[in-house]
């Protein structure tokens, strides 16, 4: 179980927002945080930390009057910690390798391969292609309706058909090297993980697994690895002080080392 950072990029700052308030539409969100530092300054945090495998999220879409001074913002942060971390927003067979060049570990998808609410297989052959399974991380982030999970995408506020379950874990893992998960209902509110979703990713024995969403203190942190076993990775956006909450940066830093060192 290890600690994955981020960086999200909303209107040219990075920002932690309450997932399910994000709308493209006047470009707004509700903020729990919204930093005076720059990406890059947390990419070189995270890289003297020696934490890797962390993501940056670009929150605006491209037809966006911020995206351009967001990407400048992402690319910054990739230069500054470079191969260290992932990206995502906005990712396409077109512009992977881009990234990918910029420094990007790997390139994280939702939107392409899962338009207009289908998945779309085609898109992910082409996205397989530019950048190789090895580089590609599936962005699974859910919302519950009706009882289930389903995959939510452009910027998670589309729902798909797609049901998060163990046999989409299976058939998708073939094309992946990992997935992102975020708990988008729990997502920036402190309030608790999505402890059902985390326990059924946790029975799935298959490639690894972020999941992000809900853990506002060690308590919820301790509940998150009880329900997973242990073998999910996890992030920690608006609670860590790092971003204006309360749960030590510094802590999780020195045990999410030790966890690795275990292992």
């Not at 993501?55 to 690319?75: G, R």
């Not at 470079?82 to 990007?104: D, F, R, V, W």
């Not at 699974?140 to 995959?151: A, E, G, I, T």
Request: glycine share 10%; proline share 2%; with cysteine.
């Amino acid at each position: 179980m290890k600690f994955r950072p981020c960086i999200d990029i909303h209107n040219g700052k990075v920002k932690q927002i309450v997932g399910g308030s994000l709308c493209d539409k006047g470009d707004t969100a509700k903020t729990n945080f919204s930093s005076e530092l720059d990406a890059a300054y947390y990419a070189k945090m995270y890289q003297k930390d020696g934490l890797s495998g962390g993501h940056i999220i670009l929150l605006n879409p491209p037809t966006s009057e911020y995206y351009k001074e967001t990407k400048k913002q992402a690319l910054s942060a990739l230069q500054a910690y470079p191969k260290g971390m992932q990206i995502g927003g906005g990712i396409t067979a077109e512009n992977a390798q881009e990234y990918l060049q910029a420094g990007a570990s790997h390139v994280i998808v939702t939107s392409y391969v899962f338009q207009d609410g289908k998945f779309h297989q085609d898109n992910l052959q082409k996205l397989l292609q530019e950048a190789g399974k090895e580089k590609l991380v599936l962005d699974l982030s859910c919302r519950k309706k009706n009882n289930d999970y389903y995959v939510v995408t452009n910027r998670w506020q589309t729902f798909t058909e797609v049901k998060l379950n163990e046999k989409t874990l299976d058939e998708l893992a073939e094309y992946c090297d990992e997935f992102l998960i975020h708990g988008v209902d729990v997502e920036g509110k402190s309030s608790g993980v999505e402890l059902e979703l985390v326990e059924m990713l946790g029975k799935w024995n298959g490639t690894k697994i972020t999941y992000a969403g809900g853990i506002g203190s060690i308590d919820d942190l301790k509940k998150f690895e009880e329900a997973c076993g242990g073998k999910l990775d996890y992030t920690i956006g608006s609670a860590l002080d790092l971003f204006g909450g309360s749960i030590s940066y510094r802590e999780i830093v020195k045990s999410s080392i030790q966890n690795c060192t275990k292992q």
